[in-house]
């Protein structure tokens, strides 16, 4: 195909080199397992844990270009099955105690990320020999980086009076990722020793391939989250309520080149949101069953949501 010209191209792939491929089915195969204790030390404690993992391996298909993006104009197209060899892990340590008039709850959330092929690299079908700075012998891509996050998710709430009851909530959060920055480029042509008077990577000077060239050798991104929630319940009808969230994102961005940057910005973090309401108090004499969060009670006394978002 290197000594083939443009208009050839379709005819000779289609004839010589579509009918020696060896089909390649797309799948992904899902395997999860999860593993939950709870104990109750008293009728109104309880102490609970919770372990999830997921396992997905596979290929999928994905399109790639061969050349300066996301505006090229030319170049070479090639379609890959990208490997997929995630592992999802999810961790949650926590206790709950209520009485009749109150209640609290406190818990630990870690939320993991493991991608264990973290580079794809590829040959150009169209390019044997000869690479230049336009023509690359191969190609390279940054898949997923691993990365965690964790939370800390306190709730309460407690009768202010008969008939108003106040409820809050706050979770911070910690993501972390510091996958490590790959060359700018697998061209070895992008190289003054080899191509004379071309302006490289780095100070100019340096080979695109090398990891010299670039500025920090990994992401060290980190991102600090904060929700708040108020919330009053008067008689029958909600009041009104408060809610305050704040982000504090960090992570370097800077020296790359538009054409070479990989997604920092994109970075796989996972999110959690946490709320809890509480019933009101019953009117004297309507109930007497005693308000602790007993499991078998917890349902009718306490709804609890959790909202774990991961990505890929």
């Known amino acids: 195909m290197q000594a083939s010209t443009a208009p050839n191209l379709p005819s000779l792939i289609n004839t010589q080199v579509v009918s020696q491929f060896n089909f390649i089915t797309p799948s992904i195969i899902r395997k999860a397992g999860t593993a939950i204790a709870s104990y109750n030390p008293t009728a109104a404690w309880n102490l609970n844990a919770l372990y999830w993992r997921e396992k997905?391996?596979?290929?999928?298909?994905?399109?790639?270009i061969m050349n300066t993006s996301p505006s090229a104009t030319s170049g070479f197209g090639v379609e890959l099955p990208e490997p997929i060899n995630y592992y999802n892990n999810l961790?949650?340590?926590?206790?709950?105690?209520?009485?009749?008039?109150?209640?609290?709850?406190?818990?630990?959330?870690?939320?993991?990320?493991?991608n264990h092929?973290?580079?794809?690299?590829?040959?150009?079908?169209?390019?044997?020999?000869n690479e230049t700075v336009s023509n690359p012998l191969s190609g390279r891509m940054d898949l997923y980086p691993s990365n965690h996050a964790n939370y800390l998710s306190f709730a309460g709430a407690t009768d202010v009076s008969k008939y108003l009851r106040f409820m809050a909530s706050i979770t911070p959060g910690w993501l972390r990722q510091n996958d490590p920055f790959i060359p700018y480029s697998t061209n070895t042509a992008i190289d003054p020793a080899i191509t004379p008077g071309i302006t490289a990577c780095g100070d100019g000077t340096q080979a695109c391939t090398s990891l010299a060239a670039l500025p920090v050798p990994s992401l060290s991104g980190a991102k600090q989250t904060l929700a708040m929630n108020r919330l009053p319940r008067c008689g029958?009808?909600?009041?009104?309520?408060?809610?305050?969230?704040?982000?504090?994102?960090?992570?370097?961005?800077?020296?790359?080149?538009?054409?070479?940057?990989?997604?920092?910005?994109?970075?796989?973090?996972?999110?959690?949101?946490?709320?809890?309401?509480?019933?009101?108090?019953?009117?004297?004499?309507?109930?007497?069953?005693?308000?602790?969060?007993?499991?078998?009670?917890?349902?009718?006394?306490?709804?609890?949501?959790a909202l774990m978002i991961q990505s890929p």
């Open 117 to 129: 092929t973290g580079v794809l690299i590829w040959d150009n079908p169209f390019r044997l020999t």
């Open 91 to 114: 961790v949650r340590v926590g206790t709950e105690y209520g009485k009749r008039s109150w209640a609290f709850q406190a818990a630990y959330i870690g939320s993991f990320l493991e």
């Open 56 to 64: 997905q391996s596979g290929v999928r298909p994905i399109g790639l």
């Open 236 to 305: 029958r009808k909600s009041g009104d309520g408060y809610r305050q969230g704040e982000q504090d994102a960090r992570s370097w961005l800077g020296g790359y080149p538009e054409a070479e940057r990989r997604r920092p910005a994109g970075d796989n973090y996972q999110g959690q949101g946490q709320d809890a309401s509480l019933r009101k108090k019953p009117e004297a004499g309507t109930d007497k069953r005693p308000r602790h969060l007993h499991p078998r009670l917890r349902k009718k006394n306490v709804t609890m949501r």
